[in-house]
């Protein structure tokens, strides 16, 4: 027993981690701080999309998820597609033999049962559906943490999404919109809990040392419509860039200094056309390497307008008032928690001019939003807390029982002290 008990439990953490999108590793950012904080004996690594930035960025050791490494690339030519086909095989048994050295399996946050995006069902679910399946045949807990679902079209894609979630030891999501679409391709979620974004755990930029100067952040997205919109992807990218382009020239007409953000590697070509169109120096690009450089430039400025959905929730975090791009029904979900739905514009049909008087009426309210930012967040910060908690009962049920005694004992003690006051 006390060997056991002196052993460092092995958790391993799973996703596309460290390629450049920095929503995902805010959200591995955010679990390796609870780790870290409650658990700080544990063993950690990671199955992750790119092994040296995790590893040089978050100090543990780190494996490639893909043994190919043009998985996520197009295949044209006979050598890729067999390379391809081969890695699928060879795949399964990476993953098997790194699940089964690990006691618990944390895939943290991202869209992993959703198809928002462009995704083809033998990329990352088919990866998913390995974890989930090895975990259960293994004994390793795997835990699908504060994650994002939605309604999937594809018929393969749902199904390895359907099986991935009731393979996986514990779910829980970052608003109801998933848990539903989780329930309707049935999987039982009776006792799956809804908490915020798991970026909502990471620490709060701090305020300005001076008001805004009237700056506007543009958050912007290579955006191409969803899975379902693949015919006509380009009709959509470009209408989404026009539309974007004119609301940043109608702000520099007024005089309103423009700081162009991204969240992923492969935004920067929107930056890029916005910059060449506008050709200002009220219009600059900023250079933001994590969540925390979106906070710290999103709390910098009067207003925000976002489409990437931690952009949104990098400026609500920060409590800058903030009109999403809505591309997605999970962006929507977000702003009506936070308390700005009224204040949504669809990123497929980006209307200038209807965007500006959004814009202004987003500016009008700002006093009052950033009131409602404050108290949500403090309400964000609860429920989190909650969600790890809950996370170290479903996972590590010995330190949970260690925990139990102590936590009983501050009960009482601050019960007794309000009995005597």
């Known amino acids: 027993m006390r060997a056991a008990r002196e052993t460092p439990v092995r958790v391993g953490v799973f996703g596309l981690l460290g390629s450049g999108n920095l929503g995902n590793d805010g959200s591995l950012e955010a679990v390796l701080g609870y780790l870290r904080a409650e658990h700080p004996d544990a063993a950690v690594d990671a199955l992750c999309g790119g092994p040296e930035v995790v590893a040089a960025r978050y100090r543990i050791p780190a494996t490639r998820l893909h043994w190919y490494r043009g998985e996520y690339r197009t295949a044209s030519r006979a050598g890729a597609i067999v390379g391809k086909g081969l890695g699928k095989l060879v795949d399964a048994f990476r993953t098997?033999?790194?699940?089964?050295?690990?006691?618990?399996?944390?895939?943290?946050?991202?869209?992993?049962?959703?198809?928002?995006?462009?995704?083809?069902?033998?990329?990352?679910?088919?990866?998913?559906?390995?974890?989930?399946?090895?975990?259960?045949?293994?004994?390793?807990?795997?835990?699908?943490?504060?994650?994002?679902?939605?309604?999937?079209?594809?018929?393969?894609?749902?199904?390895?999404?359907?099986?991935?979630?009731?393979?996986?030891?514990?779910?829980?999501?970052?608003?109801?919109?998933?848990?539903?679409?989780?329930?309707?391709?049935?999987?039982?979620?009776?006792?799956?809990?809804?908490?915020?974004?798991?970026?909502?755990?990471?620490?709060?930029?701090?305020?300005?040392?001076?008001?805004?100067?009237?700056?506007?952040?543009?958050?912007?997205?290579?955006?191409?419509?969803?899975?379902?919109?693949?015919?006509?992807?380009?009709?959509?990218?470009?209408?989404?860039?026009?539309?974007?382009?004119?609301?940043?020239?109608?702000?520099?007409?007024?005089?309103?200094?423009?700081?162009?953000?991204?969240?992923?590697?492969?935004?920067?070509?929107?930056?890029?056309?916005?910059l060449d169109a506008v050709d200002s120096p009220l219009v600059t690009a900023a250079d933001a390497a994590s969540l925390a450089d979106l906070m710290k430039e999103t709390a910098a400025a009067d207003t925000v307008v976002a489409t990437r959905y931690h952009n949104?929730?990098?400026?609500?975090?920060?409590?800058?008032?903030?009109?999403?791009?809505?591309?997605?029904?999970?962006?929507?979900?977000?702003?009506?928690?936070?308390?700005?739905?009224?204040?949504?514009?669809?990123?497929?049909?980006?209307?200038?001019?209807?965007?500006?008087?959004?814009?202004?009426?987003?500016?009008?309210?700002?006093?009052?939003?950033?009131?409602?930012l404050a108290e949500r967040n403090l309400d964000a910060t609860r429920q989190l807390e909650h969600q790890f908690t809950a996370l170290t009962a479903a996972l590590f049920p010995t330190t949970a029982q260690a925990q139990a005694p102590a936590q009983r004992h501050a009960h009482d003690h601050d019960h007794a002290m309000r009995e005597t006051r």
Do not use: N
């Open 96 to 274: 098997g033999a790194w699940v089964r050295r690990h006691d618990v399996v944390i895939v943290p946050g991202m869209g992993v049962l959703e198809a928002t995006l462009p995704l083809r069902p033998w990329g990352f679910p088919y990866a998913l559906f390995l974890l989930c399946a090895s975990g259960r045949l293994f004994g390793t807990r795997v835990a699908l943490v504060g994650v994002g679902a939605a309604p999937i079209g594809s018929r393969p894609t749902r199904a390895l999404v359907r099986w991935s979630a009731r393979l996986a030891t514990y779910r829980s999501y970052r608003d109801a919109l998933s848990r539903d679409a989780i329930r309707a391709m049935g999987v039982d979620t009776a006792r799956d809990e809804v908490y915020p974004d798991l970026a909502f755990a990471l620490p709060a930029p701090q305020a300005p040392s001076s008001p805004p100067g009237g700056q506007v952040c543009v958050g912007v997205m290579d955006f191409h419509g969803g899975d379902d919109d693949r015919a006509r992807a380009d009709e959509i990218h470009r209408r989404y860039l026009e539309g974007t382009t004119r609301f940043v020239r109608a702000l520099v007409d007024e005089g309103r200094p423009v700081r162009l953000l991204t969240g992923d590697e492969c935004d920067a070509p929107v930056v890029a056309a916005i």
């Open 312 to 372: 949104l929730i990098c400026a609500l975090k920060a409590g800058t008032p903030t009109l999403a791009l809505s591309y997605a029904a999970k962006s929507d979900a977000l702003m009506d928690r936070m308390g700005l739905g009224a204040y949504r514009h669809p990123a497929r049909e980006v209307d200038a001019e209807r965007l500006l008087e959004q814009f202004r009426e987003l500016e009008r309210r700002s006093a009052e939003l950033r009131e409602t």
